[in-house]
Structures are given as structure tokens and as C-alpha cells.
């Protein structure tokens, strides 16, 4: 394929590197590294599609593409950018950008994007942005969170059902309300319903209201959750703990665009965006028939998942800093993160993920003496904890016994994985129960996983909760 390519960008190593992979395509590419030389560039000549980077020496190259579409209107832009945040990414989104890619990039994906942009001419030029907030704390420069920036920017300007998946504490809620607060929707409520905090029996009145006398304890009309997002987005947290009734009805709902009130005898209409998110697995449950495989598919639409903190280590630095300017605004002690301090939090598994760091950096600022934390603070404020949780073992501990069990374990192919959850499961479980005292919602939350969840592999494995209960 042919074509005429304007590269803007000011890193000689990176341009050299573009050109050398577009040359190979068979493309032209014309090479200039501020924002006056690009100008004079497209007020000589026409080109198929510009890349431009976004900071330059003598200005922003994002800002000022309006005054580039002005010199080449039906150009496709591709914006490059080492700023990767959510914000940049709304801001190529909102622009007159083709594509946007964070650096470092994937030059093959980078290409195909050129070979796109040639092929079509289309003119991106979208409606005026009308004053997002794009403050989100979504925060992250790691590949992983480009991902989950692009993915979001792809769903502000449709009505596209999104399932957002990933373990907890990783801003699954987060991303819900950013897609609604920079979407089109963001005139509308946003309401957010917890499907694993609703009783099951009442998890129907909840979606969908009730009139008065529908049951007993119904002594008013209420107006479900359906109704009050009417207009807005409808957010459905922890999916995969729906009663199948629930599910059913909410498919219908899908289908449809109506609710019907429980003990109601006509249909309303509503308007409502869904995003809806779980910590699970929704697979198997769909495998073993706890989750209706017709209701995943109208959910995801739209699949965004996000990663875990320990798969983006790279991103602690930039949020604990973050978490400890909100610590100061909250009226805590201000504090700074020295780079040993910053490389003891990166060394933690962190299972709770960003939730997890926040409460660690919140208690860090209150427990710090000093105004710089360091290594040693961190060990002092937070290996105390791990010291009361474990009983004095901690990740260490079971680091240790993992290790040996593999070192004596010679597993068949395939098997490494299950043998290994059943030769730890067991232990793991008992080992929480122990240390919440035989409390179920107490060990179940210590895991990070659901209660139903623990109640049920407590059967299974033939653990006696009692037995971890203590005497008063």
C-alpha cells in the first residue's frame, strides 16, 4: 500500500524507528519535529495521514490539531503519546484523532492503524466536547491501564452494554463511573446496585420496584433502580451473585427496554445504559447452570478487564502518591514516598489490590513519625499487621512451603495447577478460619472472596468451622 505520511515527532530514536517500519510498508513518510515546521509542511502540500506526538518543543500537539484540521480537513490524525493517562486519552478521543496509542507502542499495531487510517479518509471530526471532568481516579501509565483508557474511550458515545471484569479492588466501579461521567449520558443519574449485599428475596423489588401490597411488608409503591437511573446509567456490581429469578428477569428487561414493578400489571419503559461487573468467573457458574449463558452474552458487549495491581507493579509509585496527597486532604500528615519506601510497597502481593494500597498508604500517613516514608516505615507499619494476621508467618511462610511442595511435586502435564489448589486449598481456608476465629464473613473477606463461595468449599473439603472457634 502507498501513501503520504507527515510524521511530528521530536525523539529522533522513535521517528527513526516509524519510518523505518512505514518505508517497509511502502509508504512516504515526511519527517518534521515541531508544531511550525508541520504547519508549513500541510500549508505546501497534502497528506494521506498524519502521526503526531503530543509533546513538542514548542507547544501541545494535541491542543492545537484544531488548527492543523483547519490547514487539512479530511486528514486522519494518529496521536503518540508518553502522557498516559485517562485524561490524555479522552483528550485524543474528543479530538480530531483517527487513533490514539500510548508509549512505548506496538509498532505492527501501530501500521495496521496507517494502513486504516489510508484506506478510509474518513473525517473524525467529532462533536465538541462539553466540559468533561476527566479527573477520574483511574490511575496507571502501565500497558495494561493503556488498554483499559483505549477501551473506555471506544464506549462514551454509545449505548453499548459493558461487562467489566477483574478481582476485587481493582476500580471496577471506577471505570463504571468514568464511562458515564465523560459519556453522553452524563446529564442522567448514575445508580449503582451491589447484587451481593441485596437479599435474594428482595433483589427483584430492588431492580425493578414494587407496588404497595405486592408482599408482605409492602405498605407503599417503591421505585426500583431501573427507574432512578432512567435516563442514565444503571450499574450492576457483582453480577455473578444474581439469583437466577433475578437473572430472568433482568434478560427480559434487556430484551425488551420495559420493566414491570413486582405485583405491577403493566410494562414502564426506560432508557438505561447497563454496565455491569464481577470478581468472578462466570464460565463455569454458566457451565454448571448458576449463570444464564443468554444474559452473559447481552452483558458482554463490551468486555473490559481489569488487571490486577501485583500485574502492574509499575503503577504503585504514581497511585501511592496519590493516595497520600488525598491522605493530606483529608487532614492526615503530608508525606513523601522515598524509593526505598516506594520498592518495599512494590515488593507486596497487594490481594486487595488498589483498595488494599489505599488503606496501607492512608495508615502509613497517619503512623509515620517522619515526614519522608521510607523502607523501614513500612516494615514497622505494615509488617505489624501482616505479623497479627498470619501469626507471625506471613507471605514468607507459605512462599517457603510452596516452594517445597514443588520441589518434591513432579505433576503429570495439565495437573500443576489443579494439584496444587488441592493441595492448598484446604490448609489456606483453615489457616483464615483460624485467624477470624472461626467467622465466616470475617475469613471470606480475609480471603477476597464471597461468602456462599467459602460456606460452600467448607462443605466440600469437610472443614468444621467450630473447631476454630475460641472459648470465652
Avoid at 476527566?134 to 491501564?145: D, E, V, W
Avoid at 457483582?238 to 414493578?261: F, H, K, V, Y
Avoid at 498508604?361 to 501482616?386: N, Q
Wanted: one cysteine or more; hydrophobic letters at 40%.
Amino acid at each position: 500500500m502507498s501513501g503520504s505520511i507527515l510524521l511530528v515527532e521530536d525523539d529522533t530514536a522513535i521517528a527513526t524507528v516509524i519510518i523505518a517500519a512505514l518505508d517497509d510498508e511502502g509508504f512516504s513518510v515526511d519527517h518534521c519535529e515541531s508544531l511550525a515546521q508541520r504547519d508549513a509542511r500541510l500549508d505546501a502540500r497534502s497528506y494521506d495521514v498524519m502521526l503526531t506526538d503530543i509533546m513538542l518543543g514548542d507547544g501541545d500537539g494535541l491542543s492545537s490539531l484544531t488548527q492543523a484540521r483547519d490547514l487539512a480537513p479530511d486528514m486522519p490524525v494518529i496521536v503518540l503519546s508518553a502522557q498516559n493517562t485517562l485524561d490524555t486519552a479522552i483528550r485524543a478521543s474528543e479530538s480530531v484523532a483517527f487513533e490514539y496509542f500510548p508509549k512505548p507502542f506496538d509498532l505492527d499495531e501501530l501500521v495496521r492503524a496507517v494502513r486504516q487510517a489510508v484506506g478510509t479518509r474518513e473525517n473524525t471530526t467529532p462533536e465538541e466536547p462539553q466540559g468533561f471532568d476527566t479527573s477520574m481516579p483511574l490511575i496507571g501509565r502501565s500497558a495494561a491501564m493503556q488498554g483499559v483508557y483505549r477501551m473506555i474511550t471506544r464506549v462514551l458515545h454509545n449505548d453499548l452494554t459493558v461487562l467489566v471484569t477483574g478481582e476485587s479492588g481493582t476500580g471496577k466501579e471506577l471505570v463504571a463511573e468514568a464511562i458515564h461521567q465523560l459519556g453522553d449520558r452524563r446529564t442522567g443519574p448514575f445508580v449503582a446496585v451491589n447484587s451481593a449485599a441485596i437479599p435474594s428475596d428482595l433483589i427483584e423489588s430492588e431492580l425493578f420496584g414494587h407496588e404497595q401490597g405486592a408482599f408482605t411488608g409492602a405498605v407503599a409503591q417503591a421505585i426500583g433502580k431501573f427507574e432512578q437511573a432512567n435516563g442514565g446509567t444503571l450499574f450492576l456490581d457483582e453480577i455473578g451473585d444474581m439469583p437466577p429469578e433475578a437473572q430472568t428477569r433482568l434478560l427480559r428487561t434487556l430484551q425488551s427496554g420495559n420493566i414491570r414493578r413486582v405485583g405491577g400489571r403493566r410494562d414502564i419503559s426506560v432508557d438505561v445504559r447497563i454496565i455491569a461487573a464481577t470478581n468472578r468467573d462466570l464460565a463455569p457458574m454458566i457451565a454448571a447452570g448458576r449463570f444464564r449463558e443468554d444474559l452473559f452474552y447481552r452483558l458482554n458487549v463490551v468486555p473490559i478487564e481489569l488487571p490486577p495491581l501485583r500485574e502492574r507493579r509499575e503503577d504503585i509509585g504514581s497511585l501511592a502518591r496519590h493516595f497520600l496527597v488525598e491522605a493530606a486532604e483529608d487532614g492526615l500528615p503530608r508525606h513523601t514516598l522515598a524509593e526505598d519506601g516506594l520498592e518495599a510497597l512494590e515488593r507486596r502481593n497487594w490481594r486487595g489490590n488498589v483498595r488494599e494500597l489505599r488503606n496501607v498508604v492512608f495508615r502509613l500517613a497517619l503512623m509515620a513519625r517522619e515526614e519522608t516514608i521510607d523502607a523501614a516505615c513500612v516494615r514497622d507499619v505494615v509488617g505489624e499487621e501482616e505479623r497479627r494476621m498470619s501469626g507471625g508467618g506471613g507471605d514468607d511462610a507459605f512462599q517457603d512451603a510452596l516452594e517445597q511442595w514443588l520441589s518434591i511435586h513432579d505433576p503429570v502435564a495439565g495437573t500443576l495447577y489443579p494439584e496444587a489448589i488441592a493441595a492448598f486449598e484446604k490448609p489456606l481456608l483453615e489457616h483464615a478460619l483460624a485467624q477470624t476465629a472461626g467467622n465466616q464473613l470475617r475469613a471470606a473477606k480475609l480471603l477476597g472472596i464471597n461468602r456462599n463461595t467459602l460456606r460452600k468449599r467448607i462443605g466440600e473439603l469437610g472443614i468444621e468451622p467450630h473447631r476454630f472457634a475460641r472459648a470465652d
